[in-house]
């Protein structure tokens, strides 16, 4: 019962640094979220994809980027991290058009 | 543009208290209406779910019904326990784009023994 998977769980990164965050999920769904979580923010919705080889802008799309290579994969990187990037990261998936969406256990990404 | 309103939080009730959590919303049209739990170290997981006017959603003991004249969808449930300590999300989509779930920020129920 894997569902959906996020690696790293925990990262800190110093400003100017790299990295990718990877979301995998194992249920053949088309569509494929990207959401980080702030205190007193709820989740707000960086990019999504709806389906392989696809990838569309959310509501806080800069300082991102994404790659849907594989319809089981979704990665996030940040090409040159930022403080304010300092979030709880959650990928999500669903197989349509249906709001009921399937959540990771979040990565905590910490940038100094 | 979308968007919903939770009532501020945290929330701290005893056991078998009753729960009621508000949630409002502003969208055109008709949108569908989600609770979705966040319980301590996971990620976020639905709860429950009405998709047209008077529909009620309701799971493990929670229900909301959409009220699109007060455009409300308030969390009820009539004996909280210890376990139901969590965030919780009320959120919609607009008619057909899920790929837009617009989430409100959430509040956080803690259930004292």
């Known amino acids: 019962n894997a569902g959906v998977t996020q690696t790293p769980k925990f990262r800190v990164l110093k400003t100017g640094q790299s990295m990718t965050l990877l979301c995998a999920q194992d249920?053949?769904?088309?569509?494929m979220y990207w959401y980080r979580q702030d205190p007193g923010m709820g989740l707000r919705l960086i990019h999504y994809?709806?389906?392989?080889?696809?990838?569309a802008k959310g509501e806080v799309p800069d300082g991102y980027n994404v790659s849907r290579l594989k319809k089981q994969n979704f990665l996030l990187g940040l090409e040159s991290a930022a403080p304010s990037q300092t979030s709880v990261y959650f990928c999500?998936?669903?197989?349509?058009?249906?709001?009921?969406?399937?959540f990771g256990e979040g990565s905590r990404l910490t940038v100094l | 543009g979308n968007s919903v309103t939770q009532m501020e939080g945290p929330v701290t009730l005893s056991e078998e208290a009753f729960l009621t959590i508000n949630c409002t919303y502003t969208?055109?049209?008709?949108?569908?209406l989600f609770w979705y739990v966040q319980y301590p170290g996971e990620g976020l997981q639905l709860l429950l779910k009405?998709?047209?006017?008077?529909d009620k959603g309701s799971n493990k003991g929670f229900e909301a019904t959409y009220r699109k004249e007060t455009t409300s969808f308030h969390l009820e449930k009539g004996s909280v326990q210890v376990s139901d300590s969590a965030v919780y999300f009320c959120?919609?989509?607009?008619?057909?784009?899920?790929?837009?779930?617009?989430f409100g920020k959430g509040i956080t129920l803690s259930v004292r023994p």
């Open positions: 009405a998709t047209k006017a008077d």
């Open positions: 994809s709806v389906g392989e080889g696809t990838t």
């Open positions: 999500a998936s669903s197989w349509g058009e249906t709001g009921e969406l399937f």
């Open positions: 959120a919609l989509t607009p008619t057909g784009a899920n790929s837009k779930l617009t």
């Open positions: 969208a055109t049209g008709y949108p569908s």
């Open positions: 249920m053949n769904h088309e569509y």
